[in-house]
């Protein structure tokens, strides 16, 4: 069974430049959420995807948006970069978008703004 | 009332001794508590759950105590080791599956 991938690792980007980090799903998944985890802090979520559809999403601006595929891998895309964009982001992908399928985590992008 | 409060920030405990971790929210709607830990450069693991129909869950030497009325849960890790020094996170969540976390404890067992 594999589990959830992220690429890049690491990225290091300029203010107000645009990026995109995938995220594959764990077999058999059909749900991915995304989080943001600042330095110290707990992970945040930014949104989640359902069978390609947007299921719920936090408190980010629209430049956070995302994708999903029909395979259920996904993208987050950030356009317009601030430096508190900087932060680790976090893929989850789990069964069904139902309150008690465990969330597994891969292992992230470390995103750096300069 | 979405937050969910953890404490504490940072914990040393000797080998073979228990470390404590606590919890509190305020949304009555949460309905799924999962507990990660999370090792540098790692993404969170998930250690263990528990749904609010429970007091305690255990698994292994990981044990979940869980108080609804005073909407408090606990992490207990028994005989802890060095290779369980990590970030603890607990988490809840409700229909839709939107994790919260907490701000995490650092967890460092001594030889």
């Known amino acids: 069974e594999t589990g959830v991938t992220q690429s890049p690792t690491h990225l290091i980007k300029t203010r107000g430049q645009q990026v995109t980090l995938r995220c594959s799903s764990q077999?058999?998944?059909?749900?991915v959420s995304w989080y943001q985890q600042a330095l110290g802090q707990g992970p945040q979520f930014i949104f989640q995807?359902?069978?390609?559809?947007?299921?719920g999403r936090g408190n980010f601006p629209p430049r956070f948006s995302g994708l999903q595929f029909p395979n259920y891998s996904s993208e987050l895309n950030v356009n317009a970069l601030e430096l508190d964009d900087s932060a680790l982001y976090l893929c989850a992908s789990s069964l069904g978008g139902g309150r008690d399928q465990p969330q597994h985590f891969g292992d992230g992008t470390r995103l750096s703004i300069l | 009332q979405q937050q969910v409060k953890q404490s504490p920030q940072s914990l040393i405990v000797q080998k073979g001794g228990i470390s404590i971790i606590n919890c509190a929210y305020e949304?009555?709607?949460?309905?799924?508590f999962p507990w990660y830990q999370q090792f540098p450069g790692k993404g969170p693991a998930l250690l263990i759950a528990i749904r609010p129909d429970v007091s305690e869950k255990k698994e292994g030497r990981f044990t979940i105590s869980f108080n609804k009325s005073a909407k408090q849960f606990s992490l207990h890790i028994m005989d802890s080791q060095p290779g369980d020094s990590a970030t603890y996170f607990c988490a809840a969540t409700n229909q839709g599956g939107k994790l919260i976390f907490g701000q995490g404890t650092e967890l460092s067992v001594k030889p």
């Open positions: 995807y359902y069978r390609e559809e947007e299921n």
């Open positions: 949304n009555t709607a949460f309905d799924y």
């Open positions: 077999s058999g998944h059909n749900t």
